[in-house]
Each structure stands twice: as C-alpha cells, then as structure tokens.
C-alpha cells in the first residue's frame, strides 16, 4: 500500500504558501516579543527547558500519531484506535494516560450496554495537530508527494 498522499500541483502551492505564510507570522511575533522583552541568557535557559517536557511527550512513539488519528477522525474509540496504530493494548492505554493527563485528548465514558470509552481532541491538542503539520510536511518525503502525472 502507497502510504504517500497525492497532491495536484495547483493544491501543493497552496499548502506551501499557507504554511509559509503561518511560518512568517510565526517568525514576526517571536522577533517583537525578543526586541520588546530583553531577554537575559538566563531566561532562555529556563524558557527551553519548561519545553522540554513537552517535547518529550509529544516526540515519544505513537503520540503524535494518535493525536493526527484523532484530528482526522473527531472521535473514535479504544478498539478503533487501536485497529489503526496496530499497537498494543497496553501501549496504547499508557500512551492515552499520558495524553490526558497534559490536557491534549478526552476521554468520554458512554453507557451501554456494552460500555464505551471514546477519545477526542481537546483545543491544545487540535492546536497542537495544526502546528506540527507543517514540520511533518517538511521533514518527511512520506506525507506529500507531488502528483507528476497532470504536468
């Protein structure tokens, strides 16, 4: 199976100039909150490491995946959820822990018979779904390829 999405030309300029123009936006605000704050060596040690925790969990196996599963799901359950990682059980009830526990997921219990338990994003982690979109996009030749084929 060719796990590559296919993108026209047409839409694969439009993905880039959305991402570059968030990125610039990005940049512009970073660049006036250091020319507004004077920011000591100091301050920048402390800001990236209250970062690392975050980065931590998000970069661990699975995370990011479940939260991009989700983003393109809505809402699915365990089993569901399982069945498209192919990860196991117990990983995966770890890795939902973890997730709610930093606020990027919830867990809604529904009454049954049988039982449920469903997942859904949280606005962080929508948030946080959008904005590691476009590093996936430029770090990895598999999410994007350009359709060649209307050239």
């Known amino acids: 199976m060719d796990s ?3 993108l026209s ?3 694969r300029n439009l993905v880039e100039v959305r991402i570059e123009q968030t990125l610039k936006g990005i940049e512009e605000t970073l660049r006036q909150i250091i020319e507004k704050q004077e920011i000591s060596l100091k301050d920048l040690k402390e800001t990236v490491k209250s970062l690392e925790e975050s980065f931590n969990l ?4 699975w995370n990011l995946e479940m939260l991009y599963t ?3 799901k809505g809402t699915i359950s365990f089993s569901e959820l399982k069945k498209t ?3 196991n059980s117990r990983t995966l009830s770890d890795k939902l ?3 709610k526990r930093y606020e990027y997921i919830e867990r809604t219990i529904k009454s049954g018979p049988p039982l449920r338990v469903e997942y859904n994003l949280t606005p962080k982690g929508k948030k946080t779904v959008l904005l590691a ?5 430029y770090s990895s030749s ?3 390829v350009q359709d060649t084929s209307k050239t």
């Open 58 to 61: 998000l970069s661990q196996k």
């Open 4 to 6: 590559k999405l296919t």
């Open 9 to 11: 030309n047409e839409l």
């Open 133 to 137: 979109l476009p590093l996936l996009y």
């Open 85 to 87: 990682l192919g990860v």
């Open 97 to 99: 822990k973890s997730l």
């Open 70 to 72: 989700l983003f393109l």
């Open 142 to 144: 598999l999410i994007l």
